[in-house]
């Protein structure tokens, strides 16, 4: 009965997505369903550059995210976007872990929460904008980007929508690709060069993104496969590890680690 077989599969399935996005809503039960994982692996102790990124850091999480950044710059530097790149092309030197920190969306936690911290801490980050979200309730505004602009910190693309790339017609997705960087030039008054693929993953974009990119005059493209990177790795795949600061330690090395 392939019928009823393929049926159980597909229950299966779903009850494996609904059980994952009910996790993704309850970011400390995610935490802890993953942190056994982690007793296998430790944050990375040699040579490999790191790209952790986050979302929304609500102000119950922020104590978490200081103990995360904490941990990461114990064990190396911690590099704004630039000097990443400067990394990839080989013209910095890489010796142990370096860390390279940026968020994404729009979110009103990186003004009240994020950027203090990171001021304080002296922790540079890159903030990839989703520029359709800006000024919509619960995001921030153009003003307040302008802000984070003025206090230091770097700015990337994460398109208009934040819609899967890889659903979109060639037109559509080029429209995410170009206007987002236009609308950040025009409103922050900087180039705008670094992009980050909405999810992110290899099913998310393809080969069409990452040439309509570059042609848009992107010198990044950020993905969020999770591996280090190591200098002569191209700046068009930068592998990301996504992070919750609401995860223990334990569930961080699932993500960052040798
Ligand atoms: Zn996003």
Same mark, same amino acid.
């Given at each position: ?16 997505? $609904? =059980?994952?996005? !009910? ?8 935490? *802890?369903? @993953?942190?056994?994982? &982690? ?8 040579t490999g550059l790191y790209f952790p ?78 520029? $359709? =979200?800006?000024? !919509? ?8 980007? *302008?802000? @984070?602009?003025?206090? &230091? ?106």
């Amino acid at each position: 009965m392939p019928g009823v077989e393929s049926q159980t599969r597909i229950k299966r399935h779903l009850n494996e997505l $609904g =059980l994952r996005s !009910q996790l993704r809503a309850r970011p400390r039960i995610q935490g *802890r369903v @993953l942190a056994p994982a &982690g007793m296998f692996r430790r944050l990375p102790t040699s040579t490999g550059l790191y790209f952790p990124f986050y979302h929304d850091v609500l102000p119950e999480y922020a104590g978490d995210l200081r103990r995360h950044l904490q941990s990461f710059k114990r064990l190396g530097p911690m590099v704004t976007w630039d000097e990443a790149l400067e990394v990839l092309a080989g013209r910095r030197d890489l010796s142990g872990p370096m860390f390279c920190l940026s968020f994404d969306d729009a979110h009103l936690s990186w003004r009240d929460v994020v950027a203090p911290m990171l001021r304080e801490l002296r922790v540079p980050a890159t903030f990839f904008v989703t520029t $359709g =979200l800006v000024g !919509q309730t619960g995001n921030l505004t153009w003003p307040d980007l *302008r802000d @984070l602009l003025a206090q &230091g910190f770097q700015f990337g693309s994460h398109t208009v929508t934040h819609q899967r790339l890889a659903d979109q017609d060639d037109a559509a997705s080029l429209h995410e690709i170009r206007f987002s960087k236009d609308r950040l030039e025009q409103e922050l008054g900087v180039e705008v060069r670094d992009f980050a693929a909405p999810y992110g993953s290899l099913v998310d974009y393809g080969d069409r993104e990452v040439s309509a990119a570059r042609e848009a005059g992107y010198r990044s493209f950020a993905s969020t496969l999770r591996a280090p990177m190591l200098p002569g790795d191209s700046p068009m795949f930068i592998q990301r590890q996504g992070l919750h600061p609401a995860w223990p330690l334990w569930a961080v090395r699932t993500r960052v680690h040798d």
